[in-house]
Each structure stands twice: as C-alpha cells, then as structure tokens.
C-alpha cells in the first residue's frame, strides 16, 4: 500500500489522530510563552526588579535569574510527573478518559496562572498546570503511532511536534500583538486564550474512537474490532478482523518475549536498548540547542535589537519552523531513513551553534548581531527537519506495543529533566545581571550536540519502513544499528524465532508463530 492509498483508506483514523495531537499546541503555546516573557515590558514591569534603563534592559525591569529559571521550569517538572502519572492510568482507563480529566484539570489550573498577583503564585499555577501537559505530550504520539497503518505511521507522529510548533507560533503572533500595551492585560490575554483549547477538544476526545491496542490489552477484543471498523475506511479493502489479528499476534508475541507492562520492564533485557533510544532522542531535542534558541526573543534582545524587531523575528522563525516541518515530510520523510535524517540534521546544527558562538567576539557591531539572529533562524529550520520532527516520531515507533506509552513517558522525561537543568544554565547564561555570555551560549550547545551526534552515528537505527513485529525480532537478535535497515527478515526461519521466544520466554507464555496469526 503506497501513502496516497494508506490515506484514502484511513481517513477517519488520521482524522481523530490530529484531534489527539492538537492537545499538544498548549504546551508548545506554554513554552513560547513564559521564555518569551522575560524580554515583554508589561511583564517585567509586574513580576521584575527595577535594575535602571540600559540598551539591553529598555524597560528598565528584569526579571531575576533566580526566578526566570523557577517560572521557566516550573511547567517542565509538573510535566515530568504528568508523564509518568499517564503511564500508570493510560493503561488502566485509556487514552481518551486520562485526556479529558487532564484538559478539565488545565482549565481549572489556568485560573492560577491568569490572576496570579505576584512571582509564587505564577509559579505554582505553572507547576500544576504542566501535570497535564505531561499527558498531551506523551498520549498523542502513542495513540498516533497505535490507529495508524505503517505508511502513515511517521507523518502522524511527527505531527505531534508540528502541533507545538504550532502553538508557539500562535504565541508568537499573540505577544507581537500585544508587546505594546502598558496594562496588565499584555499578558493575562495570551494566558486567557489557553481556556479556548478544552472547550473544543474535550467533546471531540469524547467522540474519538479508543485505541484497538489497548482494547487487546485489556481483552476487550469485540470493542478493539469495533474501534478498528470506526478507524477504517468502508470501502477500503482492509479486513478489520485482520488487523484485530495482528494487533492480537503481536501482543502475544511480545508476552512472549517476555515483555511487561511496567516501568521496571522498561529497562530489562532488549527493552533496555529500546528505552535508551527514546530517552537520548527526545534529550537530543533539548541538548542540541533548543532551550537557546526557542528563547530567541530574549537573545535577539540581548544582543541589541528592540522589542519589536526580537517578537518579529520569533514570529518570522516559528513560521520558519512550521514551513521546515512540510518540507519533512513531502521532500525527507517519504525518501530519506530516519537514522540518516537525524544524524545529518545534528551535525549541521553543531556547525550553525559553534557559528554563532564565533560571530560573538564582534557583537558590539549590528551587522554581527543581525548575523547572530539569522544563523538562530537556519538553525531552526535544520532543527526541523531532523531532530524536531523524528524526537516524536522515534519513540512513538521504538517502544514495544505493550510498554510503548511508558517509553515514550521515560524519553519525554529525559527532555524535561534536560530542559530544568538546560533551561537554568541558559538563564544564567543570558541574562545581563548573572553570568552574561550572550552568543557564547553555542559553544555550550554545540559541545552537547556533537556528542549526541557521535552517538546517533552509533546507536540509532533504522525504523523506517518496519512493521511493530519486526522491529519486536530486531531488537530481540541484538542487531547492530548500523544493520537495521539491511537486515533481511522475510527469510527469517520459524525455528529461529522459536529460538528467541524460549530464550525471553516466561514458562506460562504460550507459543505464537513469527510468521502471523494465520500460520500460528
């Protein structure tokens, strides 16, 4: 089945797949907002301490390092235990209950943030309000990767972080709009404009079909085949009890291999590997630059350009962003390996960050400054059309079925742990009143991206093209990652198989064919 035919056939599937996934424009619309917050004059002048007139503090308020770091991860380690939360009680209630407690929880918590009357009560309404954006962030990929077939697999995973780049660009027209109000309502607005989200999506989650996988996980077998039948198209020429059958195989298979359902299993035998992948390639997102470079308002402020120029410029690179993310999947995606995509994506990036580091012994010149921001600018694009786009797509697609939302939980934890530790050091980094470093920051990040380079070169394979049951028998031989994409499976013996499930086997599992539910 090409693309083209994979979308006539499933339309409702990647229907409710963008309505799972649009959860996720909130927190991207979040992030853009508090990192930008620092450099927009009616919030300095709320929540900052007078520090007097400069060409870098127009205002003449800051916000202090100390407090900009606690607002700025506040969110990310609510989100943190959000994630994990979800990995306990998505599979207990579904994604679509834990998705619509979460987003009437968000417009609760939201009132916190809108009135909050100074710095500690901003921080706790971030805190709480990033224990469901933890769940948006860790549902969506799992439940995009679990309703679609293969061909689509990756363009809807990927979706999820085209969902938050959405959001920040929504942030980003939001806060140019309004970065010339006096009042407090510069930035109550854009905090206001989060209640607009559930009140749309909690009846559309409502209405989404359940995922099949975790019907069969639950043995709710008539349901899983009804929710297949909603997901398929009528007129295709897929058989819903077909598919129900793999799903059913393939859950047997890794029972087999002894796969659980816990966060423990997580880090036994080759599920270990698995879970490495996706912690290394969500921090990968982090690490190579971004907490610098999607704070660029406050940078581009740093290096002397006026508020309206920084916003226009955030603006102009989300819009960069969302443009790089088509380009990914109409002219990368469909042609070029994920493996290939990413490692290339990340050397470039190490260049463009050591760049801007370089360009800073002749900030003092505009010109310099202007080179600073566009080299931010490119970086963005390259960001997204590699390590943007496959930090979602990967771990949706390397997670075994049975333990596939808790792997996508661990590795969006490690990008939140990445983020606290990352987003404290870069406010220190930047702010005039601490360490104050400015375009020296890419040195920093460009150290971290060449290392996750070297390590994508070596342990990051292939996926494209790799159905759930084989990557299940990849991961089980041990195969290097170098050879994922060349090893031939299609010859793969029945007895070499059985030869796998007796080495993980539990003693109570029963016996499955490699070969499908048909030949079993």
């Not at 309004?178 to 206001?192: C, K, M, N, Q, T």
């Not at 899983?224 to 793999?246: F, G, V, W």
């Not at 697609?397 to 934890?413: A, P």
Request: charged share 15%; proline share 4%.
């Amino acid at each position: 089945m090409t693309t083209m035919q994979a979308v006539r056939a499933n339309p409702a599937a990647i229907c409710w797949s963008l309505v799972i996934s649009t959860c996720v424009i909130m927190e991207g619309f979040d992030t853009a907002l508090l990192g930008n917050f620092w450099a927009y004059p009616s919030f300095q002048r709320k929540f900052g301490d007078f520090v007097g007139v400069t060409s870098t503090t127009k205002s003449g308020y800051q916000i202090p390092a100390s407090w900009q770091t606690g607002l700025g991860q506040a969110s990310g380690v609510g989100a943190f235990f959000g994630a994990i939360f979800n990995g306990w009680i998505v599979n207990r209630f579904g994604p679509r209950m834990v998705l619509i407690g979460s987003l009437c929880s968000l417009s609760a918590f939201l009132f916190i943030t809108f009135f909050a009357p100074d710095r500690p009560t901003l921080l706790v309404g971030q805190l709480l309000c990033g224990l469901p954006w933890g769940v948006f962030a860790t549902t969506a990929p799992a439940y995009a990767s679990e309703v679609l077939p293969l061909q689509l697999r990756g363009y809807m995973t990927s979706y999820t972080n085209m969902c938050w780049i959405i959001g920040q660009l929504i942030a980003g027209g939001v806060l140019r709009g309004l970065v010339s109000r006096e009042d407090s309502w510069g930035y109550r607005i854009p905090f206001a404009l989060q209640w607009f989200w559930p009140i749309v999506l909690v009846p559309a989650v409502y209405m989404a079909p359940e995922s099949p996988w975790f019907l069969v996980r639950r043995d709710r077998l008539v349901e899983a085949e009804n929710s297949i039948r909603r997901l398929q198209s009528s007129s295709s020429r897929q058989d819903p009890k077909k598919t129900l059958a793999t799903i059913v195989y393939t859950n047997n298979l890794e029972q087999q291999l002894s796969v659980g359902t816990t966060y423990w299993d997580c880090f036994k035998g080759f599920e270990l590997r698995r879970t490495e992948i996706a912690c290394m390639v969500f921090a990968g997102q982090l690490v190579c630059g971004s907490v610098f470079a999607y704070a660029s308002t406050y940078f581009f402020e740093q290096v002397g350009l006026n508020a309206k120029q920084a916003y226009s410029l955030g603006v102009s690179a989300n819009g960069l962003a969302l443009f790089a993310c088509l380009c990914n999947w109409f002219f990368l995606m469909p042609y070029v390996g994920r493996r290939t995509i990413y490692i290339w994506g990340m050397g470039a990036m190490t260049i463009e960050l050591f760049l801007i580091g370089i360009l800073n012994v002749w900030t003092d010149k505009p010109s310099v400054a202007w080179a600073q921001a566009i080299l931010t600018m490119v970086w963005t694009v390259t960001f997204q059309l590699s390590a943007g786009q496959l930090g979602w797509a990967l771990p949706a697609e390397i997670g075994s079925s049975r333990l596939r939302t808790k792997t996508i939980v661990l590795g969006r934890n490690s990008y939140y742990i990445c983020a606290v530790v990352g987003g404290t050091l870069q406010n220190y980094m930047m702010n005039p009143t601490a360490w104050n470093i400015k375009g020296y920051t890419g040195f920093f990040w460009g150290g971290f991206a060449l290392i996750t380079f070297i390590w994508a070169y070596f342990r990051l394979p292939e996926t494209k093209g790799r159905t759930f049951h084989e990557l299940d028998i990849l991961f089980a031989q041990k195969t290097p990652a170098r050879k994922f994409a060349s090893t031939d499976l299609d010859n793969l013996s029945e007895n070499a198989v059985d030869d796998l499930t007796e080495k993980y086997a539990d003693t109570g599992s029963r016996r499955v064919s490699v070969f499908g539910p048909n030949r079993a």
